[in-house]
C-alpha cells in the first residue's frame, strides 16, 4: 500500500513546469485562456510525475520486499497499490486529478504495481475502497492505517463494483516500511531522512535501466535500515 504523497509531491512537480524561466513582459490574454492554460501545465506535470512515480514503485517493491528481514521493526504488509482522493491534494491540483486520474472524495486505487498482490486478485484502477477487514473507510488514511494494522493472512476489502460492496482477499507481502517518491529536481541525487526515501527525477533519468535504480533505491534503504 502506498502512502499519500500526491499532494506535496505533484504540488512541487507543478512548481517546476509552470513555475521557471525568466519573468518578461507577454501580451495580454483573457483571463480564462489563462486558466485554461495552468490547467492543462497540471495535467501534464501530474501525467509527468505519475509515469515517474509509477517506475520508482515497481523498481522499489522489489527491494522492499527482497529485505523485508533486514528492515527489523520497519515492516509492513505490502499489498503493491496506491489509494488516494481529492483530499489528498493540494487544493489546486484537485481539478486535474479529478481528470487525469479520476480522483474523487472517496477512497480509490490510483496506482497499481505490475506484478504485486492487488494486481495479481483483480482489483482495478479508480475501485473505490469501502470497507477494510470488515471495517468501513472513508478515507485515504483509514485505509492505510487498517492494512497497517492487519497482522496475518490476507486482507479482506470491500470494493464497490456496480453499486454494490464486493469482497477480495489480498494476501500482503512483508516489506521494508519506507515510503519511496520521486522528487521532482534535475540534481542526480537520491535521500534518506530515516523513514523515507526520495529519488531525483534527475537520478530517475540517469538510471539506464531498472536494476540500476534498484541499486540507487537499495543504498538509501540501507541509510534508513542502519
Known amino acids: 500500500m502506498g502512502r499519500a504523497w500526491w499532494g506535496v509531491l505533484v504540488a512541487a512537480a507543478v512548481a517546476v513546469a509552470i513555475g521557471c524561466g525568466a519573468q518578461l513582459k507577454s501580451p495580454q490574454a483573457e483571463a480564462g485562456a489563462i486558466a485554461a ?8 506535470a501530474l501525467t509527468e510525475w505519475m509515469r515517474r512515480q509509477g517506475r520508482v514503485e515497481a523498481v522499489a517493491a522489489r527491494v522492499r520486499v527482497a529485505n523485508a528481514e533486514l528492515c527489523g521493526d520497519d515492516v509492513r504488509p505490502y499489498l503493491g497499490m496506491s489509494v488516494a482522493s481529492t483530499a489528498d491534494f493540494d487544493e489546486e491540483m484537485r481539478p486535474a486529478a479529478a481528470r487525469v486520474l479520476g480522483a474523487d472524495a472517496k477512497p480509490r486505487i490510483l496506482r497499481l504495481v505490475p506484478g504485486q498482490p492487488a494486481e495479481q486478485v483483480g482489483l482495478q484502477l479508480r475501485e473505490e475502497i469501502v470497507s477494510v477487514d470488515g471495517e468501513p473507510v472513508t478515507s485515504t488514511t483509514q485505509v492505510l492505517a487498517r492494512v497497517a494494522a492487519h497482522r496475518e493472512g490476507a486482507i479482506r476489502l470491500g470494493v464497490e463494483r456496480e453499486g454494490r460492496e464486493e469482497f477480495v482477499l489480498v494476501t500482503p507481502l512483508a516489506a521494508c516500511d519506507y515510503g519511496v517518491v520521486a522528487v521532482a529536481d534535475d540534481d542526480v541525487n537520491a535521500f534518506a531522512d530515516g523513514e523515507d526515501i526520495g529519488i531525483n527525477t ?3 533519468r540517469f538510471a539506464e535501466n531498472d536494476d540500476e535504480l534498484a541499486l540507487v533505491i537499495g543504498h538509501e534503504f540501507a541509510h534508513n535500515a542502519l
Open 37 to 44: 492554460e495552468r490547467e492543462r501545465q497540471r495535467e501534464f
Open 202 to 204: 534527475g537520478m530517475i
